[in-house]
């Protein structure tokens, strides 16, 4: 009986709040929907900062740099296909067959590791502090970790320690991991700074390090380990690059030239390509692309790895594997008739000097890989068999291929 009089009450604030919602959040409310507010935006005037206050500080921290196409000549037109989204680069087999594996160069012994620095950073300081080995010094911006004096139980008179450098590998997302050697006399005191030396004081105690970090980052793998941010940066910018030289495309290579040479003499014997021939003295590989035999299976991924066209164009290698296992000249002929008369051949080759005795040779089969540069700033150039430059789609295909294979 007491129901009735409270109806007039129900609805009397069924109308209040139904009036609250619109003045809350209706267009003129008090939280309305802004969301298509942009576009009755206004543009307004850049901000003017007084002369006497450094600029610098309200400039973008992300600027866009401007985009520019890496094989364009001055002259070209710029077409719609210029705008096409390149595919990824393939990473290279070779390289990655293994997960972690030791190089050797002379007396010269590294890890390669199939993962990029921010990964193996943590891990190689997991594996010292597993074993018990000090870390006294890290600097993740250059990739360095040394470990605090420690001693060998045959070698009482002495102690030792040890310098690991991190860096980018030849490959994408891969590390290099160098490992340098330090021996004092027992009685030098102290875990500060150092005079590092170029090379290892004890090459098998250098030697003992890098099997065991090799053993024990292979027995981690690659699962589900840990990244440090403050090592993405490790190394540096990448060793290799294909970049635009006088409207020419090269391998640009951060390397020594002796580490260069070796590297590019194991890519030019892989999937496909054959070394006819070579001259360390003016850097020059003399090699040939051919097709390689692979069972009907097999061929449809070799027909990946060769395809130098677009996604749609499949573009066989130049010649078929009977022409490539042998060239008619030798590598001392072609450089003795080579057209030095032409200044891009000519610059090209410094070291060599024309002679009235110069011919014509008649279908020389491949092409000359020439190194060019300075240690650590490097150029490989791609020419036909008469030092002549190849059409720009051809060399920086033919590049791309070479570079899949560095090592």
């Not at 604030?13 to 969301?35: E, H, I, K, P, Q």
């Not at 891990?123 to 420690?150: P, Q």
């Not at 299976?297 to 130049?318: H, I, T």
Request: charged fraction near 25%; aromatic fraction near 8%; hydrophobic fraction near 40%.
């Amino acid at each position: 009986m007491y129901t009735r009089p409270f109806k007039p009450l129900l609805l009397a604030a069924a109308v209040v709040a139904v009036n609250g919602c619109s003045y809350l959040t209706g267009d003129d409310g008090m939280f309305r929907d802004r969301g298509n507010d942009y576009q009755d935006a206004v543009e307004i005037a850049a901000m003017k900062m007084p002369e006497q206050v450094d600029k610098a500080s309200t400039q973008e921290l992300y600027v866009i740099p401007p985009v520019a196409r890496a094989n364009a000549q001055a002259d070209e037109e710029i077409t719609a296909l210029d705008f096409a989204v390149p595919r990824p680069l393939p990473l290279g087999a070779s390289a990655f067959g293994e997960h972690v594996k030791i190089q050797k160069l002379a007396d010269r012994r590294w890890i390669l590791a199939g993962l990029p620095p921010s990964e193996i950073w943590p891990k190689v300081r997991h594996f010292l502090s597993s074993n018990g080995l000090r870390v006294v010094y890290t600097d993740a911006i250059n990739g360095i970790i040394e470990t605090g004096w420690l001693q060998f139980k045959e070698s009482t008179e002495t102690k030792d320690r040890y310098r690991i450098q991190m860096e980018q590998g030849v490959q994408p997302d891969s590390t290099e991991i160098h490992v340098l050697h330090l021996s004092v006399p027992a009685e030098v005191k102290g875990d500060g700074q150092v005079n590092w030396p170029k090379r290892s004081i004890n090459a098998e105690r250098e030697a003992w390090l890098v099997d065991e970090l090799a053993g024990n980052l292979a027995a981690q793998g690659d699962s589900g380990g840990a990244t440090s941010l403050l090592a993405q940066t490790i190394g540096g910018g990448a060793k290799i690059a294909i970049k635009d030289v006088d409207r020419e495309p090269v391998l640009s290579m951060a390397l020594g030239l002796t580490r260069a040479w070796a590297t590019l003499g194991h890519a030019v014997t892989q999937q496909g390509m054959v070394r006819y021939d070579e001259n360390a003295n003016t850097g020059v590989y003399y090699i040939n692309f051919g097709k390689v035999n692979a069972s009907e299976e097999e061929q449809g991924f070799f027909s990946r790895m060769f395809s130098f066209g677009s996604d749609d164009e499949e573009v066989e290698l130049p010649v078929s594997e009977e022409v490539a296992a042998k060239s008619p000249y030798t590598l001392n002929e072609i450089l003795s008739n080579l057209p030095l008369q032409n200044p891009d051949v000519a610059n090209l080759f410094p070291k060599l000097e024309g002679s009235d005795e110069a011919r014509k040779l008649e279908d020389v089969p491949g092409y000359l890989l020439v190194i060019a540069g300075e240690d650590g700033d490097l150029q490989v150039h791609i020419r036909d068999a008469y030092g002549q430059r190849l059409a720009r789609k051809e060399a920086d295909d033919l590049l791309k291929h070479i570079r899949r294979n560095l090592i």
